[in-house]
């Protein structure tokens, strides 16, 4: 995703605005820091628009020779541009200067108001820096696409691109039908995520040499001209933009030998018919239905899929209510599941894991992430009742099962209130219980989603 919900995770990245700035004298000129710039152009922010030259400018003084020596581990993220702006520019134009033209990857948050200006001005002071920038992540507004057209006519050292384009009322500047030939240039890129209003269909990419796709399809017939042009393809993110293209059956059947993780978003399956992936080895299905329930014709699909890919996955998830028969069906065969993520309700959860653990391959889980989902017509005493039953079980499994491999286990409960979930944790006592399991390498978390 764009740069609206990018937070550093990995241990050698450090946030702005979260440094004692006079203890940077300190660290080790060899380091290798990704550095995260938040720059505000927000007409409501003014206290970042003010602190903005200060910052860079003191992280350009501080961080020079640190900076010099960093060549492929460098980010920006710049949020929210809002309007035109000379003086952040300046700052920008200065910071960019000092950092020795050593740019890796390049975040953009362009805001619905964003004018062409400044968009043109952001992609003018940065046009020097992107032959050598290797990730490129741009939330752009459609008025802003004939610019991101002309930015990407050069890009020799681009690996990913990352592309949102919300929808807009406004009208458009071009036809829908038309295909833009953009990053054509870019003989490196091998990762893309295209979602928002254009598809594969609008924008025509260097399928044969893309690995990892993320996006959206009009049809299924534009899936499969994809995926078949993409013959290195690794990784596949699937969502339909305007409908289920259950409609729109496949004119031949789609097999593809090197696809190893597929990812399903919000899309019936019974359009997967025709597919077949030998080497399949993760597979995640994410479902926005009622009450998070699959149609039975996708259920069916849903099976065919992993029987007929004979594929022995390793992970699975599925964030969907099934039956405990049709779940257990699917994956009685995959002695090779290492992950597991599901969702569970009051109705399912209980059969679920007693199919479990007398299905056998539960021993062999490494990590298992489960969702319960809390209705607000049910009692919740109930549904604890039923969740206390289901966590004895697989606390069972761990404590009793020579040999199991489980090392990492999350429970979540979903739409149940922060005041009972809180109870509930002190009722069972589950800080003893984590910290015993931790003891013997088991890491647990309960998480909350709740309101």
Same mark, same amino acid.
């Not at 950092?99 to 990857?105: E, G, H, I, N, V």
């Given at each position: 995703?764009?740069?609206t919900q990018?937070t550093p ?13 006079s203890?940077?004298s ?9 550095i995260?710039i ?18 860079l ?15 492929w ?13 000379r ?12 950092s020795?033209?050593?740019l890796?990857k ?8 964003a004018?062409?200006?400044a ?5 003018r002071?940065?046009s020097s ?12 507004p459609q ?6 057209i002309?930015?990407?006519?050069d ?5 990913f691109?990352?592309?949102f384009?919300p929808?807009s ?17 870019a ?6 995520s295209?979602f928002g209003l ?21 049809t299924?017939? @534009?899936l %499969?001209?994809? *995926?078949?042009k993409?013959?290195?393809? $690794?990784t596949?993110e699937?969502?339909?933009? #305007?409908? /289920?293209?259950?409609?729109d ?18 899309s ?6 025709t ?11 994410f479902q ?10 996708s ?9 007929r ?6 992970k699975f998830?599925?964030r969907?209510?099934?039956p405990a028969s ?7 065969s995959?002695?090779?599941?290492? @992950?597991? %993520?599901i969702t *569970?309700?009051l109705?399912?959860?209980r $059969? ?5 653990t007398? #299905?056998? /391959? ?5 990590r298992?992430e489960?969702?319960e989902?809390?209705c607000s017509?049910?009692?919740?005493s ?7 039953e289901?966590?004895t ?15 990492y ?5 979903s739409?149940?209130?922060?005041k009972?979930v809180r ?11 984590i910290?015993?399991a931790r ?5 647990i ?7």
């Amino acid at each position: 995703m764009p740069a609206t919900q990018t937070t550093p995770l990995v241990s050698n990245t450090m946030l702005l605005s979260n440094i004692d700035f006079s203890s940077i004298s300190l660290l080790p000129r060899d380091i290798l820091l990704e550095i995260f710039i938040w720059l505000s152009w927000s007409a409501d922010n003014h206290a970042d628009i003010t602190q903005a030259p200060w910052v860079l400018g003191h992280v350009c003084r501080s961080w020079r020779d640190t900076i010099k020596s960093v060549k492929w581990l460098w980010s920006m993220v710049i949020l929210r541009v809002h309007s035109y702006d000379r003086k952040v520019l300046r700052v920008l134009k200065h910071f960019l200067r000092r950092s020795d033209q050593s740019l890796f990857k390049i975040d953009l948050t362009f805001n619905e108001e964003a004018s062409r200006k400044a968009i043109r001005s952001i992609f003018r002071v940065l046009s020097s820096h992107l032959p050598r920038c290797a990730g490129l992540s741009i939330l752009i507004p459609q008025k802003g696409v004939w610019e991101l057209i002309e930015l990407a006519q050069d890009l020799p050292e681009l690996r990913f691109l990352d592309i949102f384009i919300p929808s807009s009322d406004d009208e458009d500047d071009f036809d829908e039908e038309e295909t833009f030939s953009i990053f054509s240039t870019a003989p490196k890129l091998t990762g893309v995520s295209l979602f928002g209003l254009y598809t594969v269909g609008n924008i025509s990419l260097p399928a044969s040499q893309i690995q990892e796709f993320h996006g959206d399809f009009y049809t299924a017939e @534009e899936l %499969h001209r994809f *995926v078949s042009k993409a013959r290195h393809l $690794d990784t596949l993110e699937v969502s339909f933009q #305007s409908h /289920f293209p259950a409609s729109d059956p496949l004119a031949q059947p789609l097999t593809h030998s090197n696809l190893r993780r597929l990812v399903i978003i919000h899309s019936e399956l019974a359009w997967m018919e025709t597919f077949s992936f030998p080497h399949l080895e993760e597979l995640e299905i994410f479902q926005h239905l009622p009450h998070c329930r699959i149609a039975k014709a996708s259920v069916n699909e849903l099976s065919s899929l992993v029987e007929r890919s004979m594929c022995k996955l390793q992970k699975f998830v599925l964030r969907a209510a099934l039956p405990a028969s049709t779940l257990i069906h699917i994956l009685r065969s995959q002695s090779s599941l290492a @992950e597991l %993520h599901i969702t *569970v309700n009051l109705t399912n959860a209980r $059969d679920i894991f007693i199919a479990f653990t007398g #299905s056998g /391959f539960l021993p062999a889980l490494m990590r298992l992430e489960i969702i319960e989902e809390y209705c607000s017509s049910q009692r919740f005493s109930v549904f604890m009742e039923t969740h206390n039953e289901v966590f004895t079980m697989i606390r069972s499994r761990w404590d009793k099962t020579p040999g199991s491999r489980l090392r990492y286990l999350c429970l979540e409960i979903s739409n149940a209130r922060v005041k009972a979930v809180r109870k509930m944790v002190d009722f069972y006592s589950y800080d003893a219980i984590i910290s015993e399991a931790r003891v013997r390498g088991l890491d647990i978390r309960l998480n909350c989603s709740a309101f």
